[in-house]
């Protein structure tokens, strides 16, 4: 496993923009898929991005076209850049990560074992 910690969330504007950065530590993640979810009040963890290893990325419908996950191996961080942003991506932000993910499950917080401590979104209309 590897150690995250989420930062850049904040106070967002109905058509802005927000990122998020997502640092870890522990051991190398290179081989890692890291994935983004997010949890408004009430609702279930949503998936939101994944990048893979090979920097193939995976966006649910709900946000393609308006978020862009990346990563920077070197430095070991995952980038979500959000855009056009709406009131309804108000939640708690998580980054995720699994060295064993099987594709199938890629959209899935189960198949996640690395999670960090989340980093709260709130976008304003």
């Known amino acids: 496993q590897v150690q995250l910690v989420e930062s850049g969330g904040g106070l967002g504007q109905a058509g802005g923009s927000l990122g998020l950065s997502c640092v870890a530590s522990?051991?190398?993640?290179?081989?890692?898929?890291v994935a983004w979810f997010r949890q408004a009040p009430g609702k279930e963890r949503e998936f939101v991005a994944a990048i893979r290893w090979n920097g193939i990325t995976y966006y649910p419908d709900s946000v393609k076209g308006r978020v862009t996950i990346s990563r920077d191996n070197a430095k070991m961080t995952v980038n979500l850049q959000m855009n056009r942003m709406e009131p309804e991506d108000t939640a708690v932000y998580y980054c995720a990560a699994s060295s064993t993910i099987i594709l199938s499950r890629l959209r899935s917080p189960d198949a996640y074992d690395s999670w960090g401590q989340g980093t709260q979104i709130t976008v304003s209309s």
């Open positions: 522990g051991q190398t993640f290179r081989s890692y898929t």
